[in-house]
């Protein structure tokens, strides 16, 4: 006697949003999930100025994440389209994660962002990271005080750095995605191009390499990406600078420091690629360009081509 089952199993997937502020710990989480360099990291706030999209499929339920600005009190344009990101991802999602510091209490930017998700209905899971270096009873009190504004949909300590908690996080968001078919292939993990990958790599060279003022002023802007005859993938990059003061301190003495950026760029480049890499950079003052509305505008448009 044969018996014949049904094997047809229900698919999931969804878009969680990671919020925080500057420094919570947000790509480090995204690019910890994914098991892949998605989103750039640095010491310094503000890293993350696009909506970065990081996708992960386990089995039959896909997760796409989108790392977001940290919340931040806008200091120029740049900045108020930062932040206008932040609340337009928090507002179009299936479900939010809230990073937040394992020992530091809720405050305004928190509260004013989980009043929006509750009145939106988006559920919400709190993750406390950087529990590896916080002690037990102030984890404890941090979720008290987190746990007496908002009934969340989780609660989950982890440490972005290390991983730990990360697959309970994994298990809370997949139990919380509704039905539906995957929107992306399986094996894909980002659709971020390669090419805005590349000028955003450099940009995380810049944040770690120079001091607390320049990396704000600087964009950086993939202008060539092709594979040349040799097989090495050439790239141009242009950095953009606010200053001419900046821009010598970019390039450095005998240009020093433009080449130790390129060397860790092209490195981290040719990791993402898995090929040999040529690239060239080159920089350019543009004064004031945070507050330039055309030039945020053309720049938004470049980004917009390269997503087509």
Avoid at 289 to 295: L, Q
Wanted: glycine share 6%; charged share 25%.
């Amino acid at each position: 006697m044969f018996s014949m089952t049904d094997k047809h199993t229900t698919q999931k997937c969804g878009t969680v949003s990671i919020l925080g502020r500057p420094n919570a710990g947000k790509s480090t989480l995204l690019n910890q999930l994914i098991g892949e360099k998605i989103s750039i990291v640095s010491p310094k706030p503000q890293t993350t100025r696009n909506k970065i999209t990081g996708v992960l499929t386990r089995g039959d339920v896909q997760m796409i994440f989108l790392d977001t600005p940290g919340l931040h009190k806008p200091q120029s344009k740049l900045g108020d389209r930062m932040v206008k990101t932040i609340y337009a991802t928090a507002d179009d999602v299936d479900l939010a994660v809230l990073v937040a510091q394992a020992d530091k209490h809720p405050g305004k930017p928190e509260i004013t962002l989980i009043e929006r998700l509750a009145r939106n209905g988006i559920p919400c899971i709190l993750a406390l990271n950087k529990t590896d270096i916080s002690k037990k009873d102030v984890i404890l009190d941090t979720i008290g005080h987190y746990a007496a504004l908002h009934e969340f949909a989780a609660v989950v300590p982890l440490s972005a750095r290390t991983g730990e908690g990360c697959d309970a996080l994994l298990s809370e968001i997949e139990g919380l995605l509704p039905e539906g078919e995957h929107l992306l292939p399986d094996d894909a993990l980002t659709d971020q191009p390669e090419r805005v990958l590349a000028a955003e790599l450099v940009r995380e060279q810049l944040l770690r390499a120079l001091n607390e003022e320049i990396p704000h002023g600087i964009v950086c802007e993939t202008e060539r990406f092709e594979e040349g005859a040799d097989g090495k993938i050439e790239i141009d990059v242009l950095i953009v600078c606010e200053k001419d003061s900046h821009k010598s301190i970019i390039i450095g003495k005998q240009g020093s420091m433009l080449k130790h950026v390129g060397t860790a760029a092209r490195m981290e480049i040719e990791k993402m690629l898995d090929a040999p890499v040529f690239l060239k950079l080159w920089v350019k003052v543009k004064n004031d360009w945070r507050n330039n509305a055309y030039f945020l505008s053309e720049l938004s448009v470049m980004q917009e081509q390269d997503l087509t």
